[in-house]
Each structure stands twice: as structure tokens, then as C-alpha cells.
């Protein structure tokens, strides 16, 4: 079940290399992404985020701040997987493409390290 959360200008939503729990839909406000000690992107109402760890369970990529109050829609990692199972074949494409965008990410940011 969804749950609506409220966080205030500079609190955490989620923190690089935590366990996922749940993902999240902003509903109002706004949120900054952080990568490796980099502001990376800016997200917006109807913005998804913490997706990526909800359908993988993989540790938080990324660190998520409020840049002004925000509200958002929660759901729980277990009730997600549970939803997306209920059809196999969307269930497994959305799986891939997450696999997709993980590895080119972590291709992205080695790259960025080594200076390529």
C-alpha cells in the first residue's frame, strides 16, 4: 500500500548504500541527486526515485535530499515485487533493464575516476 511521506528542505530521503525498502513518486517539491560526493541530477513532481534499488534490492546508488519541502507517494520493495509478479513477462523486462542501466552506470562513473 502506498503511503504518503513529508520531508523537509535539506532532509534525507535516501542515503548512497543503504537497503532498500521502499521507492518513491514525488508528488510535490523538489529533490537533488548525489553520487559519489556529486550533485548529479535535480528530480521534480512526477519523478520517480530509489526505483533502481526497489526492483534489484541492491544498496542505495545514490544520496536524495529535499532542495525545498517535499511530499511523495511510498511503496514498500516487497508490495512493488509482489505487484510485478503478477506478470511474469513485465516483471523480467523491467528486471533487465535495470540490470541494463547499472551497468552502464557503473561504466559512466569508472570512467569518470580514471579519468577516460
Known amino acids: 500500500m502506498n503511503k504518503t511521506k513529508h520531508f523537509k528542505t535539506g532532509e534525507v530521503l535516501i542515503s548512497e548504500g543503504d537497503i ?3 521507492m518513491f513518486l514525488i508528488r510535490k517539491g523538489r529533490v537533488r541527486i548525489k553520487k559519489k560526493g556529486k550533485w548529479v ?3 521534480k513532481t512526477g519523478d520517480f526515485l530509489g526505483e533502481m534499488g526497489a526492483l534489484d534490492r541492491h544498496p542505495r546508488s545514490a544520496t ?7 511530499t511523495v507517494s ?3 520493495v516487497d508490495e ?7 506478470n511474469p513477462m ?23 575516476e580514471t579519468g577516460s
Open 20 to 22: 532498500p525498502k521502499e
Open 41 to 43: 541530477a535535480d528530480l
Open 64 to 70: 536524495a535530499v529535499a532542495i525545498e519541502d517535499t
Open 74 to 76: 511510498a511503496l514498500e
Open 80 to 86: 512493488l515485487e509482489k505487484k510485478l509478479q503478477e
Open 90 to 112: 513485465i516483471y523480467h523486462l523491467v528486471k533487465s533493464l535495470i540490470k541494463r542501466l547499472r551497468e552502464t552506470n557503473r561504466k559512466l562513473y569508472s570512467e569518470d
